[in-house]
């Protein structure tokens, strides 16, 4: 199975800096997409970040400008960057995959468990 291990998140002040990281643990083939969710409370999950195997980033709208993310392909590492952090990028950020666990199967989507950003004074 593959495990997503998320770095803890944290309380900042607003405008501050916090770096989130996760790795993918197990036995696999490939992971595709890599990134990062956030959810509020009552509300969906939403995408804040990610990036695909060939290194090519994405940001929500939200976040775009503010946010970096990177990739340690070597070590199934992810790495968010989170500069100019606002109040309302308070949520709880969960780290995705999309995983092969064997070459040529289906893609399998799995999850980190979670951790709680707060940005407040």
């Known amino acids: 199975q593959v495990q997503l291990v998320e770095s803890e998140g944290g309380l900042v002040q607003p405008g501050g800096t916090l770096r989130l990281s996760c790795t993918a643990s197990?036995?696999?083939?490939?992971?595709?997409?890599f990134g990062w969710y956030r959810q509020f409370p009552g509300k969906e999950r939403e995408l804040v970040a990610s990036?695909?195997?060939?290194?090519?980033?994405g940001y929500s709208d939200s976040v775009k400008g503010r946010f970096t993310i990177s990739r340690d392909t070597a070590a199934n590492a992810i790495h968010l960057q989170m500069n100019s952090l606002k109040p309302e990028d308070s949520a709880v950020y969960y780290c995705?995959?999309?995983?092969?666990?064997?070459?040529?199967?289906?893609?399998?989507?799995?999850w980190g468990l979670g951790t709680q950003v707060t940005v407040s004074a």
């Open positions: 197990g036995t696999f083939f490939s992971i595709n997409s």
């Open positions: 995705h995959a999309e995983v092969m666990l064997e070459r040529l199967r289906a893609w399998r989507d799995y």
């Open positions: 990036i695909d195997s060939r290194l090519r980033p």
